[in-house]
């Protein structure tokens, strides 16, 4: 697609509820990342695929928090049993490669609001 | 470990003022260093870059650059418009190779009246 598309813009769920967020990158780009900006923060990095692989998942918070990306586009941000400071935007964003000197491009991001 | 460091917002400014929002550093290695912007209801998107030391990023009439004795990377435009008004965030990444995450500031909020 023309940019990267993120799945639903918004979602409000329930303590303890399970989560799915969706992410559809860039047509063609093989690294994809995900982040998670809290409310008057900057993003914070969560999670970074290179192809299918996580190549470093350093930045999940805890095992709730867990992400696929099985044919190398589409990728799923998957939370379990979900808390009140889980809520937060979590944004995903995708470039053409790994090299240092590849931008990346941003989705508009899922808010997650848990209750 | 990596960190960025920006001057507090909101900064509030009114049309064809001069604009400087602060951003230093700290990292391990030799950083590529980025401004991103968010306009209300939208998402990040790149504003500028610079990949070494005494490069300058310029776009849209804004400019910084990379001081590495200083370990800044000053935002700057010489006359901001209403449509300037945003979030500037400030970034970088650090290897050539591999995790390319970035490490961002807080972000300044920018409010330009006209």
């Known amino acids: 697609g023309a940019g990267v598309s993120q799945t639903p813009s918004n979602k409000v769920t329930e303590k303890g509820k399970y989560v799915e967020l969706r992410c559809d990158p860039i047509s063609g780009h093989t690294a994809l990342y995900w982040y998670r900006q809290s409310l008057g923060q900057g993003p914070e990095f969560l999670i970074y695929f290179q192809g299918t692989g996580a190549a470093d998942d350093s930045g999940l918070p805890n095992d709730r928090f867990f992400a696929v990306r099985p044919e190398g586009s589409v990728s799923t941000l998957k939370i379990q049993r979900t808390e009140r400071g889980d809520s937060a935007v979590y944004l995903c964003?995708?470039?053409?490669?790994?090299?240092?000197?590849?931008?990346?491009?941003f989705g508009a991001g899922s808010r997650l609001t848990v209750l | 470990g990596n960190s960025v460091t920006q001057m507090e917002g909101p900064v509030t400014l009114s049309e064809e003022a001069f604009l400087t929002i602060n951003c230093t550093y700290t990292?391990?290695?030799?950083?590529?260093l980025f401004w991103y912007v968010q306009y209300p209801g939208e998402g990040l998107q790149l504003l500028l870059k610079a990949t070494k030391a005494d490069d300058k990023g310029s776009n849209k009439g804004f400019e910084a650059t990379y001081r590495k004795e200083t370990t800044s990377f000053h935002l700057e435009k010489g006359s901001v418009q209403v449509s300037d008004s945003a979030v500037y965030f400030c970034a970088l990444s650090v290897g050539d190779t591999g995790r390319r995450a970035l490490t961002f500031g807080s972000g300044t909020r920018l409010q330009v009246q006209p």
């Open positions: 964003a995708s470039s053409l490669g790994a090299s240092g000197a590849n931008v990346l491009t």
């Open positions: 990292a391990t290695g030799y950083p590529s």
